[in-house]
């Protein structure tokens, strides 16, 4: 089991920034692919970046440039960096923890954490 808790959301004006954190429980942290996702209404949920632990990392189109993910081994906790927000990043972020390269891996949820953009 690994039980993974997201904080770090707010409510904040265009431009501003966040920097959201997910602390992990569990067993064998540094081996997992970490990410985060973003779900708002109306939309599809989706990825928003994810870090391996060679500490690769991918980012979507529209966090890339202004969004940063990272991970601490040591505290078992990943992090998205987020700046120059936009209304449209309005939505749930949640953390998520699998396995690479295993293709029947559990797949867990933290429990998601509101960030809300408006003037």
């Known amino acids: 089991q690994v039980q993974l808790v997201a904080s770090g959301g707010g409510l904040v004006q265009p431009g501003a920034s966040l920097r959201l954190s997910c602390a992990a429980s569990?067993?064998?942290?540094?081996?997992?692919?970490m990410a985060w996702y973003r779900h708002a209404p109306g939309k599809q949920r989706e990825l928003v970046a994810s870090?391996?632990?060679?500490?690769?990392?991918n980012y979507a189109d529209s966090a890339k440039d202004r969004f940063t993910i990272s991970r601490d081994n040591v505290k078992n906790t990943v992090y998205l960096q987020m700046n120059s927000l936009k209304p449209e990043d309005t939505a749930v972020y949640y953390c998520?923890?699998?396995?690479?390269?295993?293709?029947?891996?559990?797949?867990?949820w933290g429990q998601g954490t509101q960030v809300t953009v408006s003037s």
């Open positions: 998520n923890a699998k396995l690479p390269l295993v293709v029947n891996s559990n797949v867990y």
């Open positions: 870090i391996r632990s060679s500490g690769s990392t």
């Open positions: 569990g067993s064998l942290f540094s081996v997992y692919t």
